[in-house]
């Protein structure tokens, strides 16, 4: 165990639902990650967080919205998407800084296996 | 952008040595390189990092020449159990948009 929580493990939506994606964290730490991760592509960052604060989105298209109501708790909110969209989508803390250095090491959660009909 | 370059996949047989090289032509100064070990159904796991020469904790070995365009990770007598991916990271000090994941490297221990 990672300290890192990610619920549902496996989702199944069609193209017009609305579904979200959960993150916790028991660590203690201040910046969260979401992460696509496809088959036989690398690991993608989406979306980062560093106290709370939105720093990066790596032009992840509008029907991904992330959510980081406090430092424990990410959310990825889905509509709309497509089947491309399916993959292992993880999440992952780190110590975080206020500066946003980033060479503090990840924890990784066991991921989302999200497959979109 | 510093982008890794690994190979895709590598054999080897319990209580061998394996090395993994990875190649990051443009690193950048503050860049750190770190390695991730990812099994099935799982999340990466942290396994080591480093700015320059060697690091070494309990589970591998990293070498960084001088140059810094390259790095070896080093694991000392596989077992079955290191059978995974492999990750070459190189992390840009000073700022989030720069984690930039290589395609990494598929380990298979044989007995």
């Known amino acids: 165990e990672t300290g890192v929580t990610q619920t549902p493990r496996h989702l199944v939506m069609g193209m017009t639902n609305k579904k979200s994606l959960k993150c916790e964290q028991h660590?203690?730490?201040?910046?969260m990650y979401w992460y696509k991760q496809s088959a036989k592509k690398p690991l993608e960052l989406m979306f980062v967080y560093n106290f709370k604060e939105q720093t990066e989105n790596n032009s992840v298209p509008s029907r991904f919205s992330p959510e980081c109501p406090n430092s424990s708790h990410l959310f990825l909110h889905l509509h709309t998407l497509q089947p491309e969209d399916s993959a292992l989508y993880l999440c992952a803390s780190s110590l975080g800084t206020s500066g946003g250095a980033i060479t503090d090491t990840q924890y990784f959660g066991p991921g989302t296996r999200l497959t979109v009909l | 952008l510093a982008k890794t370059t690994q190979p895709i996949s590598m054999d080897s047989y319990e209580g061998q040595e394996v090395n993994i090289t990875c190649s990051h032509n443009n690193i950048a100064t503050n860049d750190y390189i770190t390695w991730y070990q990812q099994f099935p159904s799982q999340g990466p796991r942290f396994i080591i990092q480093?700015?320059?020469t060697k690091v070494t904790n309990e589970v591998a070995s990293l070498f960084i020449p001088a140059d810094r365009k390259s790095s070896t990770l080093s694991l000392p007598r596989v077992s079955l159990s290191d059978t995974a991916v492999y990750y070459c990271?190189?992390?840009?000090?000073?700022?989030?948009?720069?984690?930039?994941f290589g395609a990494g490297t598929r380990l298979a221990v044989h007995p």
């Open positions: 990271l190189v992390v840009l000090s000073g700022g989030y948009n720069k984690l930039i």
């Open positions: 660590l203690g730490h201040n910046a």
């Open positions: 480093g700015y320059k």
